[in-house]
């Protein structure tokens, strides 16, 4: 027997979510069934590790701003903010291996027809872990307080604050928006990010997800490990960020003014973000490539919905074209801005899309890179990624992604293809 979460109906169904339905993970209790020798049975009530993964994973996250900020002071400070400093960092690398034991719970939970005993200690255990831990938390923060630490950030670090930076990011987009077309086309947005923010916290999603995550990586010959498809998501003030840095201003005001066929090219759309961002928000031309047929097929839906809304406001909208296929099969001949999820990419494809990237894309083509790329003096000063060669490293930009607070974009160019090195090797 499993215990439903408050919804009014499944959010991919519609773009307008019910006002009280909420797009934070539900606390989802479950019954847990277990039947004795002789017949007894015995009703358990557990909370769903899906539940107490997104509550691990929410203390981790301010763990984490804490702990930044503690090297800070302490790097300027004394001995006993040094000494807070240590035990954040030791607590920190347990509470990561604590969080991937709640994944591998989440995981078989979500597999299992039901949730049995086992998995209902596994869960009481990982409760009372998170339940430690935020206590912990909360008295560091208060030590935080005491040493003169500001606190800002870290009430910045949770998920409710992330959807209320992204709605206030909304409304400045669509006050500033410079003729009613735009503004409308912010405020569809707007309904589509409420729609994907419901829909990624749904539980039948995240079952949906894991087993097509599995599914894609499982067998000799799936081609790719289960890494190159983690789920996240990026808000749209982030993506405000980005488009704000020079190098990517200027590829999408090169989109808007090609007369032929150029367009943005997101690599794993996922559930769409970045091409509706794009689409919606910068007014450009968006082709996405996803690998994993369950997102691609919500990213449709989200499409479709966005279509009718426009056709019974007799209004035209230039949506994204969204396909579900390998970017190693894609054409990157028209596009000026490339935006690579690659955050858990295994090197090999890192490797063989940078190298297609520089045979195939428009000298001067922008990308946007979520892997780490060299930073060091010396390689800034070449103006050459070492870890993609024959990019340009051209600027780093710092934003909000669903699971860090602040995370650093590489965004890097594709030069003229007289100055590429020979052939780059995928062995």
């Known amino acids: 027997v499993r215990a439903k979460p408050l919804s009014s109906s499944h959010p991919s169904q519609r773009l307008c979510p019910a006002s009280d339905a909420p797009a934070v993970a539900p606390s989802t209790l479950v019954v847990v069934i277990s039947v004795a020798t002789d017949g007894t049975v015995a009703l358990a009530l557990a909370w769903h590790p899906c539940s107490l993964l997104s509550a691990v994973h929410a203390v981790v996250v301010r763990l984490r701003v804490m702990a930044r900020a503690q090297a800070t002071h302490a790097a300027l400070s004394g001995p006993a903010s040094f000494a807070l400093s240590r035990v954040m960092q030791s607590h920190l690398v347990r509470a990561g291996v604590v969080l991937v034991r709640a994944r591998q719970l989440a995981d078989a939970a979500l597999l299992a027809p039901r949730l049995d005993a086992p998995l209902a200690r596994g869960s009481a255990e990982l409760a009372v872990y998170a339940r430690e831990l935020r206590d912990t938390v909360d008295e560091w923060r ?3 307080v005491e040493m003169g630490i500001a606190g800002e950030r870290l009430v910045a670090a949770d998920r409710v604050a992330m959807l209320r930076e992204e709605s206030a990011a909304l409304a400045d987009a669509a006050e500033g928006a410079s003729s009613s077309e735009g503004a409308f086309r912010i405020r569809l947005l707007g309904e589509t990010l409420d729609a994907l923010r419901h829909l990624e916290v749904d539980l039948a999603f995240q079952i949906e997800l894991l087993r097509a995550q599995l599914g894609a990586s499982a067998g000799a010959d799936a081609g790719y490990s289960r890494n190159n498809f ?3 998501s ?6 405000r960020t980005l488009a704000a840095a020079t190098p990517v201003a200027a590829a999408l005001a090169r989109i808007r003014d090609a007369a032929d066929s150029s367009h943005a090219f997101v690599a794993g759309s996922s559930l769409g973000w970045f091409c509706f961002y794009l689409a919606l928000g910068s007014d450009v031309p968006a082709i996405g490539y996803e690998l994993l047929p369950a ?3 919500h990213a449709l839906r989200t499409t479709d919905a966005l279509s009718e809304r426009a056709r019974a406001l007799g209004c035209v909208l230039k949506l994204p074209e969204l396909c579900c296929a390998d970017i190693l099969d894609a054409d990157f001949s028209k596009v000026h801005l490339a935006v690579l999820a690659s955050q858990c990419w295994d090197d090999d494809l890192r490797a063989r899309v940078a190298a297609k990237l520089c045979a195939e894309c428009p000298r001067g083509a ?4 979520y892997h780490p790329h060299d930073t060091t003096a010396e390689t800034a000063e070449a103006g050459v990624s070492e870890q993609v060669p024959g990019l340009e490293l051209l600027c780093c930009v710092t934003g909000r992604v669903s699971w860090e607070l602040e995370f650093q974009f590489f965004i ?6 007289d100055a590429l090195p020979g052939p780059l090797s995928s062995s």
Do not use: K, N
């Open 142 to 144: 208060e030590e935080q």
């Open 295 to 297: 997102l691609h097929a």
């Open 412 to 417: 890097l160019r594709v030069p003229c293809r």
């Open 234 to 239: 990026t808000p749209y003030g982030t993506w």
């Open 366 to 369: 922008v990308v946007i890179d």
């Open 230 to 232: 983690s789920y996240g």
